[in-house]
């Protein structure tokens, strides 16, 4: 099997691209355009490469953009031991749609809003193909997921549910725990309703002051990569 991902992976492994790429996460998009420009090593990088050709005008500042987000999701890839980044690559290597795996996360990863979705993608990347905590088909599914978040207010409220079903599930007295569970009345489900994280109240006119929940596959997303992802 043809392996898609070694290229990507091992060029933004290199030490001095390394370094550069992890400058360009935290940079302003004018440093991020110069950068393009004047950095020979980073052209060679699958898909990188493809932005660097165009570098002028509204194109400069929609690629630098893709760029930084592109640099702060392999910047999260890029924290694994040499032994963890050759499991990583061996498991992919096994994966049967692997090109259509990393064709799907580099267009979604195009799509995302921000920088926080690219950490969020790169923590992703490495629960599904390291240490397997998703199934490939989960992965696509979050993918989606991922995109549907909003991009400011959406992660503290995902907090807000995970806190609320935390408790939930530490109380063991009935009348309590119901009493706990009234409370996500309060909680706007907005920032998160097509996400697929959460169990949504049942439609009709009073659909939207309904009780959302966090269901088991929000559970398991924001314990897996929420919470071991640097939000900052």
Not at 29 to 39: A, G, K, Q, R, W
Not at 82 to 87: D, F, K, N, R
Not at 159 to 174: F, H, I, M, T
């Amino acid at each position: 099997m043809v392996d898609h991902t070694k290229g990507l992976i091992a060029a933004s492994r290199e030490s001095s691209v390394k370094s550069a790429l992890g400058s360009i996460a935290e940079a302003s998009l004018d440093t991020v355009i110069s950068t393009m420009n004047d950095n020979e090593l980073l052209k060679d990088i699958p898909i990188i490469g493809s932005l660097i050709a165009v570098v002028k005008g509204v194109s400069a500042i929609n690629n630098a953009h893709t760029l930084r987000k592109f640099a702060n999701f392999i910047g999260v890839i890029n924290e694994l031991s040499e032994t963890e980044a050759e499991q990583l690559q061996s498991h992919l290597s096994n994966e049967k749609n692997q090109k259509k795996i990393i064709e799907e996360t580099i267009l979604y990863l195009d799509r995302y809003h921000n920088e926080l979705k690219a950490k969020l993608l790169g923590q992703l990347f490495k629960a599904t193909f390291l240490t397997k905590s998703f199934t490939s088909d989960e992965y696509n599914t979050l993918l989606f997921s991922i995109e549907q978040i909003h991009p400011y207010i959406g992660i503290p409220t995902l907090k807000d549910y995970y806190n609320l079903l935390k408790r939930v599930n530490a109380e063991s007295d009935p009348s309590q725990k119901t009493k706990i569970k009234e409370e996500s009345a309060k909680i706007n489900f907005q920032p998160l309703m097509s996400t697929g994280l959460l169990d949504l109240p049942i439609g009709g006119n009073n659909f939207y002051k309904g009780s959302a929940t966090m269901n088991e596959f929000g559970q398991r997303f924001y314990e897996n990569v929420v919470q071991k992802t640097n939000l900052t």
